[in-house]
């Protein structure tokens, strides 16, 4: 069964920086899509990036555009969130999600929360002013 596990949440000022990891166990890694959602307070879950399971497309929500990068690696069953210049309107809770994918679409990510089956926990991230 797949798992999914956030980490390197955590409160920072405004301008910063955090990485987020996601580890993934329970099946091959490499055949699976990656996407991270966040969701604020009294907020619906919204889009943040996803990359594909080949880690050779990748896309970004324009909010973040920028300011953050997605990565997979396949060898350590992890996909990482960099997040820059960070600011408050980024404090969330953070998810990670996985989907699976067929070999003919391979190439591409997916940027709606209802593609994924498996998620995580979640890792809050509190940016302050």
């Known amino acids: 069964q797949v798992q999914l596990v956030e980490s390197g949440g955590g409160l920072m000022q405004a301008g910063g920086s955090l990485r987020l990891s996601c580890a993934f166990s329970?099946?091959?890694?490499?055949?699976?899509?990656m996407g991270w959602f966040r969701q604020a307070p009294g907020k619906a879950r919204e889009f943040v990036s996803a990359i594909s399971s080949t880690g050779s497309s990748a896309a970004l929500a324009d909010s973040v555009k920028g300011r953050f990068t997605i990565s997979k690696d396949n060898a350590k069953n992890t996909v990482y969130l960099q997040m820059n210049s960070l600011k408050p309107e980024d404090t969330a809770v953070y998810y990670c999600?996985?989907?699976?994918?067929?070999?003919?679409?391979?190439?591409?990510?997916?940027?709606?929360?209802?593609?994924?089956?498996?998620w995580g926990q979640g890792t809050q991230v509190t940016v302050s002013s």
């Open positions: 329970g099946h091959q890694f490499s055949t699976y899509a």
């Open positions: 999600a996985a989907r699976l994918s067929r070999l003919s679409n391979s190439g591409n990510y997916f940027v709606a929360s209802a593609e994924y089956g498996y």
